[in-house]
């Protein structure tokens, strides 16, 4: 049985109305009824059955070859696809001349180039469907790779990923798509390469290269390596090795129980590892439901609540937040891509957001809902890269996606909330209208990651980054050029010395690590107080940093900043991207007015950007203290990643921070973060004293009250007392009263798991709490509270019932 009888007659030539697609598990038996009805054996066995199913995923069914994005789309694929065939030039060491073997990028380059060629010919609306000529040509392409390099024979060189992955990925899907068309033997060759480079050995233990997302690559090859060879063994094989991928882990690679993902042991990385683990288990979910190796480990129930749980709060208006993307933030446009899409937030948000309808099948009905109602919202929200007609996309994902777009479950909006990822050191604050992200780092967490060429200067970005984002303004602030060309030194959010690094200092993949314990916070789940111990990259300073998370602003305060670098440390408000174009090279806003304006005074009180936000500094900025530039930075995303291509492109940064001076003693700094504030709302806030009351800002304790929100918070560093709240070992304690009642939260973000007791300088007549770990000691004239917190810097709290 052909593809091309069998499968594209039903698949790709979609009617209008050929049935749509939804957030539910294909249905392999009707597609095989169709394909049957169209004069063409049905799938002779569960083999042939689990192979249509899997290029369904693949290639996708249901939707209008003759529409749009769909034609255009499809006729690229086959001017890709001529492009390739009219370059292909078999040597000895190479199928493209500009890809060589080695290194093995090269290889995957090769088969994924052969993947785009086999698209073309299976797809209707390629202009080469069925052309006999293109078959023949992917054939000499796939005998050459297989008789020169990716064979038994072969001992691996390089990047283990490129043997492992890449291209058996590509490898199987081509074998998948052409099947009857190569014939036995390439089959069986295809096969015993990849039995080769992913020996049963590798799934046997979970360990090394062989965890997390990356698990889940090498078992989707040898899943598909079982089908296709007829190897029940096989899918078995690789069926098994993704139950250690499911359950929560509290060291290294995988999913953690506050919603936390991280690879490569020291890494935050939701975005991209995440996103390939999501992709990958969806799409074998789909593959193996019903069949004679359907997933059935209850703990893939971990998986399926990942999505609203650790995904969906760094997704933000189809963007994934920069800061669990790990290294491929320097990624930009790729040397090797030849579809020139911009790797950036938002193209790691849409591959996530894709990601969720492939894993529906598995899903309970009211789960698909509210995925769907998530999804949808997403989709709509995204203004600055369309999902619908995303250029990353093939024709599958775009079919998925415009299913959900038009289903009839009402679009969710953005949530309101925060959440705090203590085991990625990551906090994610969301208001009406904005989020907030912070960056950390400590002994559990690297500061950054390089590796490949890749990231070399992202020194600071775990130095308490903050990123943030306006519900329609700002959402291409991170997008837009601005990892090649912001300077990296003057990252928002951060308190650096401004001693220069080297390239990948401190090391690659993740090695970088400070050594501190205290980064974390607590939430009620609404706001939040979070912390770092800062200690520099390559540097002596160290400080306190701490941001007090409340409704319309994020209170950041800063203490004990130190070093001994013989250069000056600065904490840096803000940097943004003010884009590239300028009326008359000139910056301006609305009216010709300078978009950006400070409070004049020897202690500015606040600053405002016009179409952004401001910021508030509470008493005044110490006088010569607060410094603002703008300026035209050029960059190229070969500068910060060597397999991007040399574009070199513009932009202008309108840049404020606080300058500590050369060889700080126990500096400090106190600011408002308050997105999308008017100049009138920053002036206001400044001018009313009584809204803020800094408790404390040293070394030792950092505490706030924000009266009007019944908001009182401290992070303890050291033992002590700030305002109405004492402890007696560090922690971090957030209490909020509304009226008659209050709750407070606290935890111990260092993990000594040393039982700690809270102080609460207030008059309460009952105190109520399901949590073991909280012990209450006293209530009356005073709360007093011992917390047994375990390790995981998690919040314990109660309730209370005020007199």
Known sequence: MSLLSAWSRRAFLAATGAGALSL???DTAGAAGAASADGAAAPADEFDTLRLRWLDSRLGSGYDATAEPYASRLKATGELAAGFR???????ASLWPEYPFDPPSGITQSYTRLWTMTQAYVQHGTGVTGDTALLADIARGLDHLAATVYRPSTTPYGNWWEWQIGSPRMLMDIVAALHDDLGDERRAAACAAVDHFIPDALLADYSGTSTGANRVDLCRSVALRGVLGRAPAKIALARDALSPVFPYVTTGDGLYADGSFVQHTWVAYSGTYGQVMLDGLGRLFTLLAGSTWEVTDPDRQVILDSVEHAYAPLIFNGLMMDSVNGRAVSRGYLKSDDLKVMRSDHFHGQGLIAAVPLLAGGASAAERDRWTARVKGWIERDTVAPILSAP??????????????????????????HTLFASMDRAVHRRPGWAANISMASSRIAQYECGNGENPHGWHTGAGMLYWWGEKQGNDQYTDWFWPTVDPYRLPGTTVSTKRLADNAGGEWGEPKPAVQWVGGVSDG????????????????EGRKSWFCAADAVVCLGAGITATDGVPVETIVDNRNLGGGFEGGEESGRNGEDPFTVDHGKRPRWAH????????FPGGAPAGTLRTLAEDRTGAWNDINTTSTTERRTRRYRTLWLDHGTDPADASYAYLLMPGATRRTLAARAADHRWLEVLSNT????????????????????PGTAGPLTATVPASVLVTA???????????PARTGEPLEIEWDRRVRRV??????????????????????????AGHGCDVTLI
């Open 768 to 793: 109520t709490s399901a949590d073991p770990a909280v012990e209450v000691l006293a209530a009356g004239r005073t709360l007093r509270l011992r917390i047994t917190p375990g390790s995981t810097g």
């Open 699 to 718: 070394a030792a304790q950092q505490a706030v009250a924000i009266r009007s929100l019944g908001y009182t918070a401290a992070n303890f560093w050291q």
């Open 526 to 541: 609404e706001f939040a107080a979070v912390g770092q111990h800062l200690k520099g990259l390559g540097s002596t300073l």
């Open 24 to 26: 539910t598990l294909p």
């Open 609 to 616: 950007l016009e179409g952004h936000g401001g910021w508030v």
């Open 392 to 417: 990353q996309f093939e024709v599958a994902d775009l079919a998925r996606l415009a299913a959900v777009a038009g289903s009839p479950v009402a679009a969710a909006p953005e949530p309101v909330g």
């Open 738 to 748: 509304h009226g008659r009642t209050a709750t407070v939260r606290v935890s111990e």
């Open 86 to 92: 009219q370059s292909m030039a078999p040597a000895a």
